[in-house]
């Protein structure tokens, strides 16, 4: 099983609700990740992060913020909900660079979330 | 445009038949990986093989890679039920500080 958690796994919120999505890994890995997947689509990187106090936008543009306090700590935030922000958000790190020739991404299993 | 591309989209192919996905990207690159998601669920890593690495094996997965032509090649063999799942690649840019980029996937079928 993967050393990433997400919660929570599924997330109904009305509109302009304030929203964060938690994202815990315990391999100490230093960079982290966000992807937006709509089902049955590409994921979209959203924020990444290289370590603690270092975070940085994606490929996507999001209105959602991200912060790194902790090392295994990175959660999402959405300070005002819309239904436009209805998708799968994945949560993802990878180890150091010496490493990341012979290992991939270890994913969480995803917060699946719906602003009515 | 994504840098991984993959094809065919979706494939349904019979129980114990062996399924084949290719992926073709753009740049040159550090190394490539596939990943098996299976619905509404996280990504999970496959295998990895590296620039300098023109096929790999693991249990009944294999992994092809040709550089001078951009692509790559996912062949898993005498499928079951539990193989259904979408199946993504993912390049690793040596222009890239180490971001993969994904490709759109292959939704794969096996049917009993």
């Known amino acids: 099983e993967a050393d990433i958690y997400q919660t929570p796994r599924y997330l109904v919120i009305g509109t302009g609700k304030k929203i964060t999505l938690e994202c815990s890994q315990t391999?100490?890995?230093?960079?982290m990740y966000w992807y937006q997947q709509d089902p049955g689509m590409e994921l979209h990187l959203i924020h990444y992060?290289?370590?603690?106090?270092?975070?940085e936008k994606g490929d996507l543009s999001s209105e959602s913020t991200v912060s790194r306090i902790r090392t295994e700590h990175f959660p999402l935030t959405l300070e005002s909900a819309r239904p436009s922000h209805t998708s799968q958000y994945l949560c993802?790190?990878?180890?150091?660079?010496?490493?990341?020739?012979?290992?991939?991404?270890?994913f969480g299993s995803g917060t699946r979330l719906t602003v009515v | 445009s994504q840098q991984g591309e993959e094809d065919p989209q979706a494939l349904s192919i019979q129980e114990g038949e062996n399924a084949t996905m290719n992926c073709s990207y753009k740049t040159s690159i550090n190394n490539l990986q596939w990943y098996r998601q299976n619905s509404g669920r996280g990504l999970v890593h496959l295998i990895l093989?590296?620039?300098?690495?023109r096929e790999k094996h693991s249990g009944r997965l294999r992994v092809t890679l040709d550089t001078s032509k951009k692509s790559s090649s996912l062949l898993i063999t005498a499928s079951r039920a539990a193989d259904t799942a979408s199946y993504f690649c993912a390049t690793d840019p040596y222009s890239s500080a180490s971001k993969i980029i994904f490709g759109s996937g292959t939704r794969l079928s096996i049917r009993p």
């Open positions: 093989i590296r620039s300098n690495e």
């Open positions: 993802a790190s990878s180890p150091p660079g010496s490493l990341r020739a012979y290992y991939g991404y270890t």
């Open positions: 391999m100490g890995h230093d960079k």
């Open positions: 992060s290289y370590g603690v106090n270092s975070t």
